[in-house]
């Protein structure tokens, strides 16, 4: 909805508050209830561009690059909501009163990059796009092509942990000519290690890198699709995916030691869940049928 859409339906917080003094109510809108942008449309890049959380993902000297729709529209979006409906309702236990959670995806977009103002504060993160750490600038934190045209994921960020990268690639000994390996936390031999690595890594296909990584800690995974991530052993042993109506997907996250989630629901056609959800709230069962029979309900 975008601002004022539930009040002219009169499902609005004032509305249903009035009903229930006790109401949590969570609104989720891409630019928020206020400010100039609040009533114009807007998808998860337009409200990551406005927070900070676009520019700095890409290659150096190239454009930004979307991160799909995670950042703004699931991660600052409706994990926040949900995040601050769950707050919502431990403080009402202690105040009784009702509240109204405004989760805006360009709010919570900007949320996300905290850590970047308090490396670039602490003088551990540049401006320029591509040039640090955790950006794919380093060659200790980025993928590499392997011999099948697949790739790895490589995050050896401490030094025991790049140790173990290198004695496993073979990187240890000085390098051709005998000039000294660089000091791998040196930006200026950054390009002469990523050279290392990836002719390194062009040997052998993805997964026979990941079998030698895999009981290490050198921080080295296969980078898998959607599709087959499932298959991994670790996914297998965790029961992280699961299959429901012949669809595999991720089960519920987090787990819980004693209410644990009823794994997901096929798609429900017809609108019989929300009936049913809407009959034990306490609507009426007949106007229930009606909007079913309507289509209202689907």
């Known amino acids: 909805f975008r601002p004022g859409a539930a009040e002219r339906l009169g499902i609005g917080p004032d509305d249903?508050?009035?009903?229930?003094?006790?109401l949590v109510y969570g609104r989720l809108t891409g630019w928020g209830q206020d400010g100039p942008l609040a009533a114009r449309a807007g998808h998860d890049i337009n409200y990551i561009a406005l927070s900070g959380a676009l520019e700095?993902?890409?290659r150096h000297g190239e454009r930004p690059v979307p991160p799909l729709n995670l950042l703004a529209d699931f991660a600052g979006g409706g994990l926040l909501l949900a995040f601050g409906v769950v707050a919502a309702?431990?403080?009402?236990?202690?105040?009784?009163?009702s509240q109204v959670v405004d989760a805006a995806m360009v709010d919570g977009s900007a949320l996300l990059t905290s850590f970047l103002y308090g490396m670039r504060g602490a003088g551990l993160w540049n401006t320029e796009r591509g040039t640090n750490h955790l950006d794919g600038a380093a060659p200790?934190?980025?993928t590499y092509e392997c011999a099948d045209g697949r790739y790895v994921a490589v995050?050896?960020?401490?030094?025991?942990f790049y140790a173990q990268l290198t004695a496993l690639l073979d990187l240890e000994e000085d390098e051709?000519?005998?000039?000294?390996a660089p000091f791998y936390l040196d930006p200026t031999g950054w390009p002469r290690l990523r050279?290392?690595?990836?002719?390194?890594?062009?040997?052998?296909?993805?997964?026979?890198?990941a079998a030698l990584f895999a009981d290490t800690d050198a921080c080295v995974t296969p980078v898998l699709s959607p599709w087959e991530a499932h298959t991994h052993p670790?996914?297998?042993?965790?029961?992280?995916?699961?299959?429901?109506?012949?669809?595999?997907?991720p089960a519920p996250a987090p787990r819980f030691s004693r209410t644990p989630s009823a794994p997901p629901r096929p798609m429900d056609k017809g609108g019989r869940a929300l009936a049913h959800a809407l009959a034990s709230w306490g609507l009426d069962t007949e106007r229930v049928t009606k909007l079913t029979e309507t289509g209202a309900l689907s």
């Open 140 to 142: 200790y934190y980025d």
């Open 176 to 180: 051709e000519g005998g000039e000294e």
């Open 89 to 97: 309702l431990y403080e009402r236990e202690r105040s009784g009163s």
């Open 56 to 58: 700095p993902i890409g």
């Open 155 to 160: 995050g050896a960020l401490e030094p025991q």
């Open 195 to 209: 050279e290392r690595l990836a002719a390194a890594f062009r040997t052998r296909p993805r997964d026979e890198w």
């Open 234 to 249: 670790h996914h297998q042993a965790r029961n992280t995916y699961v299959e429901v109506d012949g669809l595999t997907q």
């Open 16 to 22: 249903l508050m009035g009903l229930n003094p006790r």
